[in-house]
């Protein structure tokens, strides 16, 4: 007589780990979580699995990601200025070169104060506290 753990599933191995795998996968997406498959070089990766493990992690990655990319639609005048492409989110330096190119088509006194301090931040990091208009 064979050893090893008691039947408890008339289920292969196999059959239950697939199950348990996609019943993980439906739990994660109904979570909103999403899986990424990146090319880092391996000290950044390092890096990036060492700051995984930190509680603060997704809160920190967050907001690095708000000073790397910008949400169009969060910016009524920038979304107003890329009328012509559907980019949900563009680099922060093309965010501020797309404001720089089109300046004198933004009604300033529409702008709000998110908006404005946008650009501001943008102008500060990537024009040296001047918009070339």
Not at 12 to 27: F, I, M, P, S, Y
Not at 105 to 132: C, K, M, S, W
């Amino acid at each position: 007589m064979p050893g090893g753990r008691p039947k408890t599933s008339p289920l292969t191995r196999a059959q239950q780990v697939r199950r348990a795998k996609r019943a993980q996968r439906g739990r994660e997406l109904a979570a909103g979580l999403v899986y990424v498959h990146l090319k880092l070089d391996r000290t950044v990766a390092t890096k990036l699995v060492a700051a995984a493990c930190a509680k603060d992690f997704p809160e920190q990655l967050g907001k690095l990601l708000d000073e790397v990319v910008v949400r169009v639609q969060d910016y009524p005048a920038l979304e107003d200025l890329m009328w012509h492409r559907n980019d949900q989110y563009v680099s922060a330096l093309e965010a501020f070169q797309i404001y720089e190119r089109n300046w004198r088509f933004i009604d300033q006194a529409l702008v709000d104060a998110n908006e404005r301090d946008l650009i501001r931040r943008l102008t500060e990091r990537f024009g040296a506290g001047v918009i070339n208009a």
